[in-house]
Nanobody, 120 residues
Framework: QVQLVESGGGLVQAGGSLTLSCKAS????????MGWYRQAPGKQRELVAS??????YYVDYVKGRFTISEDNAKKTAYLQMNSLKPEDTAVYYC???????????????WGQGTQVTVSS
């Protein structure tokens, strides 16, 4: 099975920066769209950024501050977060669409999440 492992979360002061990484491992045939979601206590999980064949999408409240990128050779996606605000505090989850084998169906995979806390 394909696994996604996030890293890079932590505690940072407002205005600071963090870079999250999401590495895919296990039996992987191909990966398609990769994205980053976040979920704060009492809120729904929400998409913040995604990347598909180099094309990126961002929700309005992170535009100009966050940058999503991917390294296909390393099967890793990144989320560079700058000018962080306390409102960005949440558990961040990596998401990917892909196939585990040549004949396998396309599935959606989730990482375990990494905590990002922004203090004021």
């Amino acid at each position: 099975q394909v696994q996604l492992v996030e890293s890079g979360g932590g505690l940072v002061q407002a205005g600071g920066s963090l870079t999250l990484s999401c590495k895919a491992s296990g039996r992987i045939y191909s990966l398609g769209t990769m994205g980053w979601y976040r979920q704060a206590p009492g809120k729904q999980r929400e998409l913040v950024a995604s990347i598909t064949s180099g094309l990126t999408y961002y929700v309005d409240y992170v535009k100009g501050r966050f940058t999503i990128s991917e390294d296909n050779a390393k099967k890793t996606a990144y989320l560079q977060m700058n000018s962080l605000k306390p409102e960005d505090t949440a558990v961040y989850y990596c998401n990917a669409q892909g196939k585990a084998s040549y004949y396998g169906a396309q599935n959606e995979y989730w990482g375990q999440g990494t905590q990002v806390t922004v203090s004021s």
